[in-house]
């Protein structure tokens, strides 16, 4: 089993709705959890950390499930602008391993 | 945005020749990092350093050499390039090490024919 999984998508979502998308990673032992956005042949950005506790930005909800293994994004009322890659970051032992990413098209 | 610059932003170069990438940075952060990122494989760790003169492998780190010599500055070289090669390369920055988050470079493609 890979370390870090996403489902590569692409996820086709109809400007204003909302999507959600999972990262699964298999060491119980990681410590952080992040998510990126990638922008086609553009440099990864951070979009959020996750907390244990949930986090939000705007229309960005982070969750951690510790139990299942998983990490989420999701996105309400969806923008053009969103249409990107988004890349999962887990960090276990101050090793940093990045999933191969998710991709997201806004349909207008 | 984070104070990174990658040069060259492009380059192609024949097969056997050596490769210099420069990474400078101006948020005197202490770690420095190389990426490369490469189609169904993702971002994959190339080098990293943690300090001046402190380097340390990554998971691919065959085929590449490091150096830092002063902090803002961390170099990957490619002593012998060959197609495999062939990626987009980037920099990355963080203060504090591998657990929190870092700030990317805007990539160098390079193409090894």
């Known amino acids: 089993r890979k370390e870090v999984e996403q489902d590569p998508g692409p996820f086709n979502v109809p400007e204003g709705a909302t999507v959600a998308f999972n990262c699964t990673y298999s060491n119980s032992a990681s410590q952080s959890f992040f998510w990126y956005r990638q922008d086609c042949r553009k440099e990864p950005k951070l979009l959020m950390s996750v907390y244990s506790s949930g986090n939000e930005d705007g229309r960005f909800t982070a969750q951690l499930n510790r139990a299942s293994q998983y990490i989420s994004l999701l996105i309400r009322d969806s923008k053009l602008s969103d249409s990107a890659t988004y890349l999962c970051v887990v960090n276990r032992d101050d090793k940093i391993i990045f999933g191969k990413g998710t991709r997201l098209h806004i349909l207008p | 945005d984070a104070g990174i610059t990658q040069s060259p932003r492009h380059k192609v170069t024949e097969t056997g020749t050596p490769v210099t990438l420069r990474c400078h940075q101006t948020?005197?952060?202490?770690?420095m990092y190389w990426y490369r990122q490469d189609p169904g494989h993702g971002l994959r760790l190339i080098h990293y350093s943690y300090g001046v003169k402190d380097t340390d492998k990554g998971e691919v780190s065959d085929g590449y050499s490091v150096s830092r010599s002063k902090t803002e500055d961390f170099l990957l070289t490619l002593e012998s390039a060959t197609s495999s090669q062939t990626s987009v390369y980037f920099c990355a920055i963080s203060d504090r090490g591998q657990a929190e988050p870092q700030h990317f470079g805007d990539g160098t493609r390079l193409s090894i024919l």
């Open positions: 948020e005197n952060h202490r770690y």
